[in-house]
């Protein structure tokens, strides 16, 4: 098994092992333009009643990162690096045979995607989709099988289980949708939930019961979440730890705490800056928003990738691409200069 | 006087179904609304998917035509208006869409796309075309070499800059913009927000600004008219926003929202439950099956939006509630204050 990273083991709450642990993850794609890395050098574990978030904006990785571990990518445009492990239960699963695998999602690791229409099949009812995989995955006779539907669907706070477990999907609203497929993914009581945006598709109001929910089955399962989404005010609300990823980079990881009171990548602290404060204490002002856009993989700047947007850019950051370092206390960063305390000082005096 | 009135209006689209294809009932999009937008204002609509903020949005510009009701634009009605006289008047008034993706001809290039309604509306001289194109996508913030190009060759929040330069291409006093950053990573759509303010101040812009985004609007807007399944529930000044807003519905969004700080978590959940459909509304106020406050009045009467003088801070500004159990509350403090003198 490869080594443990100082990172994670320096982050790593609980006194259990990791349920789930990913090594140097690298993810290329074979396309018309050539090969493109979409996900570089990623490391994380997460341990059993532990949430991790994976944050950042479109194309920095955090979907492929997902589908990699649950080897959903198709194996004729995807190749993984040779150092790339993910270990889950003793098995690297980037090495694991189809049917291997077909036995881990679902059972061991489950997913819950963004849209919850275009994931659940409008042709058969909730309870047969729930059904598949109580057929597939536990002994259970058909009779046991809907008695535990029914009792998944009051889990995830379904108004009147026995009722909707026949009806189809377009039949249910949007965060009953997403309710189905929370209740799909822990039918089989996995050790490691995937939820990719799971919110974003919601009103605000349904993303707070799917968020509160979420919360309450983590404490009440044990189960490992790995939450990926690019909303910051959900990644507040729900995680333990959080890894910031830009142009298929981890560049930033620590304690949710840590990263939001002292974030010591500049995009770290570009995106906090990018959103509106509620109780509106800038009103009117100008955000302080990160100018330009994300690199495309295809061009990749020299050096640093983020160093064309990044205000405190240095001719170092141009010359060398920085490594993913651990300061001290457990928090890595990917920065030359990070904004830490002394760093800090002199930012808020400029601006 | 304001620049935009609105009363009463009303917007239902029929739904059909049967073997013989009659209409069986009607969506109540949008039901007996009415505002006014000043001069120089930015206003902000929020609600949930479905409470009818697209449909009005697009009704005051009449890309939908209105089931009944009044729209004055600048003490003129509009909602009579015939097609020449739609015509002239729709130069000054413009809407930005939601998604850049699809409002954007993907075969034309941006030089076509911004010609198209400058010729249309002969805003220039036809030897300054080309260069009023240029000065459109500097003013932007985009290089005048995107004039070249098409659609698909710009990123979300560039594409989102050119539906910005569409609209502005015809010199409008007035602009819709529906949902302009929701599609957008948030550093992009600070920097969206950002220049939709640099625009509006040097342009003197009036704006409607359709939200989901509670925090956004409160950011962006002077006031905002907060709706709920076709109905204004309440309208209140931005300012002091979570000290201001009185209605049920309204405390409910401001507390679902979560906050950027891990320190500060706390239960989300205000209401539960959905949004009832708007095909088939419940009875009493629209918003009573899932009030916190409700009460037995509220399932069988409708509230009638409560214009008052509402002071945070000293200073009163006028706001609109509809809310029984609101009303109960500013009766009790206006007898405490009775009793008190």
């Keep these: 098994m490869g080594q443990r990273s100082e990172q994670n083991r320096a982050n790593r709450t609980g006194a259990e092992g990791p349920v789930l642990s990913v090594r140097r993850l690298t993810t290329r794609f074979r396309t018309d333009r050539g090969i493109v890395t979409a996900v570089d050098d990623v490391s994380f574990d997460v341990a059993p009643g532990e949430t991790l978030g994976i944050v950042g904006e479109s194309g920095c990785g955090k979907t492929v990162t997902s589908k990699s571990i649950m080897r959903l990518l198709p194996d004729h445009v995807a190749s993984y690096g040779d150092e790339s492990e993910v270990i889950y239960r003793g098995n690297n699963l980037l090495r694991a045979s189809e049917s291997e695998m077909r036995k881990v999602r679902g059972d061991g690791i489950a997913m819950i995607f963004q849209e919850p229409m275009t994931s659940l099949n409008p ?72 939820a990719d945006e799971p919110t974003t598709a919601l009103d605000v109001t349904i993303q707070a019961q799917i968020l509160d929910l979420m919360n309450e089955l983590k404490s009440r399962l044990n189960t490992a979440i790995i939450l990926i989404t690019h909303d910051l005010g959900v990644v507040a609300q729900v995680c333990d730890r959080v890894q910031v990823m830009y142009a298929g980079r981890v560049i930033e990881s620590a304690s949710a705490r840590e990263v939001f ?32 856009i994300v690199p495309s993989l295809w061009e990749l700047p020299p050096g640093c990738r983020f160093q064309e947007r990044c205000r405190y850019k240095q001719q170092k950051c141009v010359d060398v691409e920085p490594d993913l370092v651990t300061d001290p206390d457990g928090h890595a960063r990917r920065c030359h200069f990070p904004l830490g305390t002394s760093a800090k000082l002199t930012v808020g005096a400029s601006s | ?103 954007l001809n993907p075969r034309m290039t941006v030089r076509g796309l911004l010609r198209e309604a400058i010729k249309f509306h002969d805003v220039v001289p036809a030897n300054q075309v080309d260069d009023y194109i240029t000065e459109l996508i500097r003013t932007v913030g985009m290089r005048p070499d995107a004039a070249d190009k098409f659609p698909h060759e710009f990123s979300g929040g560039q594409r989102q800059r050119l539906g910005i330069a569409r609209a502005l291409s015809v010199k409008p006093e007035f602009i819709v913009a529906d949902e302009p950053v929701s599609a957008l990573d948030v550093s992009i759509q600070a920097q969206v927000l950002n220049l939709m303010m640099d625009l509006k101040e040097k342009l003197g812009l009036t704006l409607v600004f359709i939200s989901h985004d509670l925090k956004v609007v409160e950011h962006f807007c002077d006031r905002v008219l907060v709706m709920y399944l076709g109905h204004i529930v309440e309208e209140l000044p931005t300012r002091d926003l979570h000290l201001r807003a009185k209605h049920p519905y309204t405390r409910a969004l401001l507390g679902a929202n979560p906050i950027d700080d891990p320190d500060d978590r706390r239960p989300l959940t205000v209401l539960q439950g959905d949004v009832p459909s708007p095909f088939s509304p419940p009875p009493g106020c629209p918003f009573q099956t899932r009030c916190p406050r409700v009460h037995d009045r509220c399932r069988v009467e409708m509230p009638p939006l409560v214009t008052r003088e509402a002071g945070v801070n000293g200073e009163a500004e006028t706001e609109r509630v509809a809310c029984w159990a609101v009303e109960v509350d500013e009766q009790e403090k206006l007898s405490a204050g009775a009793g008190a003198r």
């Excluded at chain 1, 929370?182 to 490691?192: G, S």
């Excluded at chain 2, 015509?87 to 998604?99: A, P």
Aim: glycine share 12%.
């Design chain 1, 261 to 292: 009171h002292n974030p010591r990548h500049p995009y770290t602290r570009g995106l906090l800056d990018s959103i509106p404060k509620q109780g509106g204490k800038q009103k009117g002002a100008r955000l302080p928003a990160i100018g330009g």
């Design chain 2, 1 to 103: 006087m304001a620049l935009i009135e609105v009363r009463n209006l009303v917007k239902h689209f029929p739904v059909r179904g049967g073997v013989l294809n009659r209409v069986v009932g009607k969506v109540h999009a949008v039901n007996g609304v009415s505002f006014d937008v000043q001069r120089g204002e930015t206003v902000g609509i929020v609600g949930e998917s479905g409470c009818g903020k697209s449909t009005l949005g697009k009704t005051i510009i009449r890309l939908i035509d209105p089931t009944e009701g009044s729209i004055k634009y600048d003490d003129k009605e509009i909602t009579t208006l015939g097609h020449g006289g739609m015509m002239r008047i729709r130069r000054k008034m413009q809407i930005i869409f939601q998604d850049p993706y699809s409002s």
């Design chain 1, 123 to 194: 042709v058969f009812t909730v309870g047969w989709q729930l059904n598949e995989a109580l057929k597939y995955h536990t002994k259970l006779r058909a009779r046991e099988r809907r008695a535990r539907i029914i009792e998944m669907l009051k889990l995830v706070d379904m108004p009147n289980p026995e009722k909707r477990i026949d009806e189809y999907p377009h039949q249910l609203s949007g965060g009953m949708r997403q309710r189905v497929m929370i209740a799909i993914a822990l039918c089989c009581e996995p050790d490691v939930l995937i």
